[in-house]
């Protein structure tokens, strides 16, 4: 079946670390991979999607890749803030489970100043 | 455009006791859903609906009920509250089943005594 595995959290960092969160996922022929962000005490918001292989999502500094061959999609940023606290989620959608979201459980980022 | 709007934002029930969660969109979005988020269990689907008067189960809709009466409205209902329902509840729309970025609703925390 469908799966979305991520690294637990909670990751801790320095503002202007480099941030990698790992996803992986399990899905029958070419799903489409999001990441979502959830703010502390508020709901959750498309941060960026891939599409097909070897599309790079991106927005607001964050970067992730959709590597087919080894079923990843690892969410980056360069330099992260203290506003990028939050709670981040790797999720799927595949024609075969008709495009229901597939979500991972979710990694806390918590950035120090 | 308010976008998705969930009322109330927290609510304290007794065992027993029944109440409707409250979910709106102004998207005119054919397809709305409601998700719980637990602690280490991620966002779990309780139901879905694809367009007024269609509704259907997610992975845990036991002890909840649906209607969709209208485009606008999706309404969560607890029948009889148990302690295992302590969670926070998210409505979320999109433009169809099939569409790929979902919007949602800030959320309404629940705690079941």
């Known amino acids: 079946g469908n799966s979305v595995t991520q690294m637990e959290g909670p990751v801790t960092l320095s503002e202007e670390a480099f941030l990698t969160i790992n996803c992986t996922y399990t899905?029958?022929?070419?799903?489409?991979l999001f990441w979502y962000v959830q703010y502390p005490g508020e709901g959750l918001q498309l941060l960026l999607k891939?599409?097909?292989a070897d599309d790079k999502g991106s927005n607001k500094g964050f970067e992730a890749t959709y590597r087919k061959e080894t079923t990843s999609f690892h969410l980056e940023k360069g330099s992260v803030q203290v506003s990028d606290s939050a709670v981040y989620f790797c999720?799927?959608?595949?024609?075969?489970?008709?495009?229901?979201?597939?979500w991972g459980l979710g990694t806390s980022l918590a950035v120090n100043p | 455009n308010a976008g998705v709007t969930q009322t109330p934002k927290f609510q304290v029930l007794k065992t027993g006791q029944s109440m409707t969660l409250q979910c709106a969109q102004d998207m005119n979005h054919e397809y709305m859903s409601w998700y719980r988020q637990d602690p280490g269990m991620g966002l779990r689907l309780i139901h879905y609906s694809v367009g007024a008067g269609i509704t259907d189960q997610g992975e845990v809709p036991n002890g909840y009920n649906v209607s969709r009466s209208t485009t606008e409205d999706f309404p969560l209902r607890l029948l009889s509250a148990a302690p295992s329902q302590t969670s926070v509840y998210f409505c979320?729309?999109?433009?169809?089943?099939?569409?790929?970025?979902?919007?949602f609703g800030p959320g309404t925390r629940l705690l079941v005594l």
């Open positions: 899905a029958t022929g070419y799903p489409s």
């Open positions: 999720a799927l959608t595949n024609a075969g489970n008709n495009r229901k979201l597939i």
């Open positions: 891939a599409t097909k």
């Open positions: 979320a729309s999109s433009y169809s089943a099939s569409a790929e970025t979902q919007y």
